[in-house]
């Protein structure tokens, strides 16, 4: 398609785009009301259970778009593909409008100088449910321009035309999408037009293979670390080891004169080597000698103690009824989880190459609109000039929302003017990392005579998540008054108790942390759901009873009581012990999505084995359920693997482990026989599917344990005590 003259009723692509629909955050515009308490906590209530539409960024003509002379379409992706299968569900919403097959969409990132870039990010498993209406929308109107140039060029009625695949007949004629698109140099720009009803649907709401397979399969280089340039240099960036070192000389003369090396940079914040070679480039990194300074020894029970409910600044971000007193007859946990790093498969990497003022970046990342105002910014070039080329991610979960690595890339190909390439070691990764926040959390809850709990209060700590990133500005959290990603699973689901509160308490650390995939959800849910386990065993109540009763009848309290019962009818869930395997249950609603989940346990030795799991999740309409059984399954393995396993220490004031293995995650051989993933669909649109099955896995398997061992597990990774080895 093509981008054409001025007129209100000529496309062009800007246009073409505006009248896709498209929307914005509201959020951000109440801002009369910023000390006003009850009505901030109203807000988090809605950031924590938004489904955050795409937004877009017009600063120029984009394409969203092509028609191909093979009659192919390609369609440049906003949304980054890092295993989540994003490409084939839009190519799949995309067909549907189009009325062509599936396998003639062919898609693709959109590069920022070209393409329609999403302003905010992808991530928060918003890129389905943002695009389901404007993506539909402008294929929609694409369908309409092209029947409206069809019967103009066949001399026809667009009444009497039909479409097959991307192929228009009528009066005994035929011409395909590229024949009708050739040569067309102004366009009609339809109203958006009806769109199909579901019951038309021939792509949505089907098990479509991935679109994306192939390329992954034969090992293309579609990844960042593979991005290359002609002639390209390769770079390696002095980092400290010590947290919270700064930056006070450096000494490079060793370095400047050893083999391959073309020039060593040093900048108020890092200290950059080009080399020949990498291996060149980091030989002279190691010759280096750095002075920092403002660094502690800090250890983890340094951090533990920092991350304690009364520290920090304290949101009461939800209440209904009376608080809990000193004198009231009520139970108490503690539960604590670790830090962890998002430990993905591929290292951040980027090549970048700036030819006067302009710059080319090619890189792995979640935030391309973020990502080229830091470069244009730090390079004083306009950001127009500048491209960034999204490539594949290799694993995501949040660690490549921010990407200030182009930044140094660029800096260093402006000082020798050639394309360079530089990644992180894996070292470097896992000292760099923006690691998930440790928790500490204090819950209270009362039982009356009957066993039904009259109050529940939940207080929990957390480092930054959202505040203080790329993303999310300081004053949007002030005007919040909490950060908007720890909160996430803190809230408290069963508003049938009486009496209820949760209060989020905020710590700075000093070390960086942020996003990672589900947020606050994990620890949150561990911890509420761990509790309710408990106060289920002391109220003599099955634990799925025991929920149910407490949950209110809203929308989503109907949709959460269906998952629930659904998982417990699909696992057969009894609080028997048969076979020395016990049923842990867990529920939770993360972003509008409700998810119940039975783990089903051993305990052998001091090992923790993990044998079925059984997820019932409803996110609404399911574009592609295959798709969302697989990100079921993946978010059940990771979860597993954060709850038993990982863990970040502080030795010495460094971060520790730095590679794989020491830093234990689950195996193959860890993975469970069997994930059976039942799919509700409460509503008639798309929800978030990536990060709500995270949620219930850390509960239910600490659940489980419980009736195994009688041992109330409240740490994260789950360790078995020594009293309960058998």
């Not at 959020?27 to 539409?53: D, H, K, M, T």
């Not at 533990?304 to 009376?322: A, L, P, R």
């Not at 000039?385 to 190909?413: C, E, K, W």
């Amino acid at each position: 398609m093509s981008d054409k003259k001025n007129g209100s009723k000529k496309v062009s692509r800007r246009k073409f785009l505006i009248k896709g629909g498209l929307g914005a955050i509201g959020v951000v515009a109440i801002g009369a009301y910023i000390f006003r308490n009850p009505i901030r906590r109203q807000i988090l209530g809605v950031v924590n259970s938004l489904e955050a539409p795409y937004t877009d960024n017009t600063d120029q003509p984009m394409v969203w778009f092509e028609v191909n002379s093979d009659n192919t379409i390609v369609l440049h992706s906003p949304k980054m593909e890092m295993g989540q299968g994003t490409f084939t569900g839009i190519a799949q919403m995309a067909a549907e409008e189009l009325m062509v097959g599936i396998e003639q969409i062919h898609v693709v990132h959109a590069a920022s100088a070209t393409g329609n870039v999403d302003s905010f990010a992808t991530g928060g498993s918003t890129s389905i449910s943002g695009l389901w209406q404007p993506l539909r929308e402008l294929a929609a109107m694409l369908r309409v321009m092209l029947l409206n140039e069809a019967a103009r060029k066949m001399n026809i009625i667009v009444e009497e035309l039909t479409i097959d695949k991307g192929i228009i007949s009528g009066g005994g004629d035929k011409m395909t999408y590229a024949q009708v698109a050739e040569g067309v140099v102004d366009w009609e720009i339809p109203d958006v037009p009806v769109l199909k009803d579901a019951k038309d649907y021939k792509y949505i709401g089907k098990p479509i293979s991935r679109v994306d397979l192939d390329a992954k399969v034969y090992g293309d280089p579609i990844f960042g670390m593979d991005a290359e340039m002609q002639g390209m240099l390769y770079g390696a960036v002095v980092r400290p080891t010590k947290i919270g070192a700064t930056f006070v000389s450096a000494d490079i003369k060793e370095a400047e004169g050893m083999p391959g090396v073309v020039k060593i940079i040093v900048e108020n914040d890092f200290v950059g080597v080009i080399a020949n070679s990498i291996i060149e480039a980091e030989h002279a990194k190691e010759a280096i000698k750095v002075v920092w300074e403002s660094y502690e020894d800090l250890s983890t029970a340094d951090i533990i103690g920092m991350m304690t409910v009364g520290n920090g600044n304290s949101m009461v971000i939800q209440k209904n009824g009376q608080s809990l007193v000193e004198d009231d007859d009520f139970e108490t946990l503690e539960f604590r989880s670790p830090i962890g790093a998002h430990a993905q498969i591929e290292p951040n990497g980027v090549v970048a190459y700036v030819e006067g003022d302009k710059a080319t970046v090619k890189i792995s990342t979640q935030v391309v609109s973020i990502t080229r105002k830091e470069v244009a910014k730090r390079l004083d070039i306009d950001v127009e000039n500048v491209n960034i080329i999204p490539t594949y991610l290799g694993g995501g979960f949040g660690r490549r929302l921010h990407t200030p690595h182009a930044v140094q890339a660029a800096l260093m190909s402006k000082a020798v003017g050639k394309p360079v390439k530089y990644f992180f070691s894996r070292k470097e990764e896992f000292q760099h990392d923006m690691f998930r926040p440790p928790t500490h959390h204090v819950i209270k809850g009362k039982l009356n005579a009957e066993g039904f709990l009259e109050a529940l209060e939940h207080d929990f700590v957390s480092g930054d998540v959202a505040t203080d990133s790329a993303l999310i500005p300081n004053a949007l959290t002030n005007f919040l008054g909490a950060d908007v990603g720890a909160i996430r699973g803190g809230f408290i689901q069963y508003t049938a108790v009486p009496n209820f509160k949760a209060v989020h308490w905020h710590v700075t650390l000093p070390f960086a942390t942020s996003w990672w995939r589900s947020l606050g959800l994990l620890a949150n849910t561990f911890a509420m759901e761990s509790f309710m386990d408990e106060m289920a065993i002391k109220a003599k109540k099955n634990a799925v009873d025991f929920r149910l009763a407490l949950i209110g009848d809203d929308a989503i309290d109907v949709r959460l009581k269906n998952v629930i019962r659904a998982a417990a009818e699909k696992a057969n869930y009894t609080e028997d012990i048969i076979d020395g395997r016990a049923m842990g249950f867990a529920a939770s609603i993360d972003a509008n999505t409700p998810c119940a989940q039975v783990a089903e346990v051993s305990v052998v030795g001091n090992e923790i084995i993990v044998h079925k799991v059984t997820v019932a999740m409803d996110p609404g309409l399911a574009v592609n359920p295959d798709q969302i059984r697989a990100q079921c399954e993946g978010s059940v393995i990771m979860g597993m693997s954060a709850v038993l396993y990982e863990k970040m220490e502080v030795e010495n004031g460094e971060l520790t482990p730095t590679i794989y293995g020491p830093y234990q995650m689950a195996l193959m051989k860890n993975a469970p026989k069997e994930i059976d993933v039942v799919l509700l669909q409460g509503k008639d649109t798309p929800g978030a599917v990536g990060e709500p099955p995270l949620g219930p896995i850390g509960a239910a398997i600490a659940n489980a344990v419980r009736r195994l061992t009688g041992e109330r597990l409240t740490e994260l990774p789950l360790k078995i005590s020594k009293n309960n080895l058998s």
